[in-house]
């Protein structure tokens, strides 16, 4: 045995000292006017919002001015521009309702149209569905006012109103004379036209879902729909959620197909079977008639309130959609 004394020692080894830092080159011309450029573009976005919402509240600013008061116009249920009395909640109603009405029809088949398609379709028949999805989408809205006018409100007035009259009748949104046109005609329009967007964004959230979460309870013994209803959709919530709310703001602005088959009726009443009015569908056809400043005033108010709650929707279904996707493995590395 070797004694310690003639143990051969290693030398120390020498740590390099850390090199020096990489100057930043500066950025040439055209990276810096590139830059500028995208900035200007977007911030371009917000301006335009901007200005929009000081034109409407340029233009309303009369109807403050002739004694009225912004609670007193959005409680208000009288609108006769003879007697410059102008009311909004009957349209203010008659959207919500419609798109209620719309997303209670919608929701469903569009979260089941987006199941089948991520996780039951053929991989030959997705891009056919796809397809038959971005069709709907491009429809022009007078195209969907036209079907529901000649098609849609002949049945409703003949088979779909007295069946639900007479199965449900005992409730107070299934009762009264039954024309068609109303609220239930509009709302079903609409949740046809918005379909196709709760469909596509519920497709992207699905695809988000971790495929160890499914395989994990798949070899536990589930069935595909116990792994579906137990990871996929919990999962999912969040994002479909959000895609409902995108949907929501879409209902909310339309006016040619709502227009056509609502009834224009700028009353208040709680039957579905009932004509009423909508905000787009008031502003479309009375701006042009609009003679007096209070008239052009109340028009552009509405406006207004139509514009608040469609940034209010339409910035809570991006949260959510964000939400769902940031909470997904592999984001943020």
């Known amino acids: 045995m070797t004694s310690p004394a003639e143990t051969v020692q290693a030398p120390p080894t020498e740590v390099p000292p850390p090199a020096p830092p990489l100057a930043r080159r500066p950025r040439n011309v055209g990276d810096r006017l590139w830059a500028a450029g995208l900035t200007t573009l977007g911030g371009a976005v917000l301006v335009v919002a901007g200005v929009i919402v000081l034109s409407l509240y340029g233009l309303s600013r009369p109807l403050a001015a002739g004694g009225g008061s912004l609670l007193g116009f959005l409680v208000g249920q009288d609108w006769d521009p003879v007697q410059s009395s102008f009311g909004a909640l009957p349209f203010v109603y008659g959207t919500l309702v419609t798109s209620a009405v719309a997303i209670a029809v919608a929701l469903p ?34 195209v969907y006012g036209l079907w ?18 007479r199965w449900l009748g005992f409730l107070p949104l299934f009762q009264g004379p ?3 046109l109303g609220y239930l005609a509009a709302g079903l329009i609409l949740a046809v036209m918005i379909l196709p967007t709760i469909a596509s964004v519920t497709i992207e959230v699905l695809k988000t879902v971790p495929i160890p979460l499914r395989e994990g309870v798949l070899a536990l013994g589930a069935t595909r729909w116990e792994a579906i209803r137990m990871t996929v959709l919990p999962y999912a919530r969040s994002g479909i959620a959000g895609a409902a709310l995108l949907g929501l703001g879409r209902a909310l602005g ?6 056509m088959v609502i009834g224009n009726s700028p009353t208040i009443r709680a039957s579905l079977f009932a004509p009423g009015y909508s905000l787009p569908a008031i502003i479309a056809n009375e701006f042009a008639e ?28 991006l949260l959510l959609v964000h939400g769902v996707g940031a909470a997904s493995p592999g984001r943020g590395r």
């Open 109 to 142: 088949v569009s979260v089941a149209l987006a199941l089948f398609m991520v996780e039951v379709a053929p991989a030959r028949l997705r891009p056919v569905v796809s397809f038959l999805i971005e069709t709907l989408a491009a429809i022009p809205s007078v």
């Open 148 to 165: 529901g006018l000649f098609v849609l409100v002949p049945w409703l007035r003949d088979s779909a109103e007295p069946a639900l009259a």
């Open 178 to 180: 039954r024309i068609g």
């Open 254 to 259: 339309e006016t040619m197909a709502v227009t």
């Open 290 to 317: 609009a003679v007096s400043a209070t008239h052009v005033a109340a028009l552009a108010g509405l406006a207004l309130v139509l514009f608040g709650l469609s940034i209010v929707l339409n910035a809570l279904a």
